[in-house]
């Protein structure tokens, strides 16, 4: 099995553009995709991220998502940060028989 | 448009079994999995296994694996999750969410069922 590895919490600026890290602890982040859910309290996760990059229909181009193989990572960039992107981000992938998400990123907007 | 909707909030003691289930609907149930994962409070999201609604297949978290069964019934397109030897950590809110085979992508979430163990 392997883990995922994000930052406990990131806080910045409304306006400012900020970048959520996301390590595979073993095998390549680039052999399954990667996912990314905003969870905001007592609400279920909603996706703004899928299969790495991909945007779903109403989120906002200011999400996007990248790999990096060189760091085995995937990143979650949010710029011109509004106040109602405050939430907490899970990364999320796979392997042969399981489903691992990250720990989880709170994001601060102040 | 697709909906998950999830049992009512249950209270358990310790040692009891929890059966939670997830009622599809907007979509053709087979062709998609369903994963379940849950959210012990104040803390992330832990994934406890998956189900092929299409042959049954099944796949369970390591540690969990012992106490946990996912089914189906294609016929009312209704997943379940049942928990035996329930312990005060497993306490939290419960999750269905649709699987996509190829990427994992859980693209649509159940509302959560908040399952209590207190003696």
């Known amino acids: 099995n392997f883990m995922l590895t994000q930052p406990h919490s990131v806080s910045e600026s409304p306006g400012k553009t900020v970048t959520i890290s996301c390590t595979r602890s073993?095998?390549?982040?680039?052999?399954?995709?990667v996912q990314w859910y905003q969870q905001r309290p007592g609400s279920p996760p909603t996706t703004v991220i899928y299969?790495?990059?991909?945007?779903p229909s109403g989120v906002p181009d200011r999400f996007s998502g990248s790999i990096d193989r060189s760091s085995n990572s995937a990143s979650l960039t949010i710029s011109g940060l509004k106040t109602e992107d405050a939430a907490d981000y899970y990364c999320q992938s796979f392997d042969f028989s399981n489903r691992v998400f990250g720990g989880g990123t709170k994001l601060t907007v102040l | 448009q697709v909906q998950l909707v999830q049992s009512g909030a249950e209270v358990k003691k310790p040692g009891a079994s929890v059966k939670v289930s997830c009622k599809a609907s907007g979509y053709s149930f087979i062709r998609y999995g369903i994963s379940w994962v849950r959210q012990a409070p104040g803390q992330g999201l832990e994934w406890m296994g998956w189900i092929s609604v299409y042959n049954g297949n099944t796949d369970y978290a390591q540690r969990l694996q012992d106490r946990v069964t996912l089914t189906t019934d294609t016929s009312t397109s209704t997943a379940y999750m049942e928990v035996r030897s329930l312990r005060s950590d497993d306490s939290a809110v419960y999750y269905c969410a649709r699987g996509q085979y190829t990427s994992s992508h859980h693209d649509y979430w159940g509302q959560g069922t908040l399952v209590t163990v207190s003696s």
């Open positions: 299969e790495d990059t991909q945007r």
């Open positions: 073993s095998g390549s982040i680039a052999s399954n995709y």
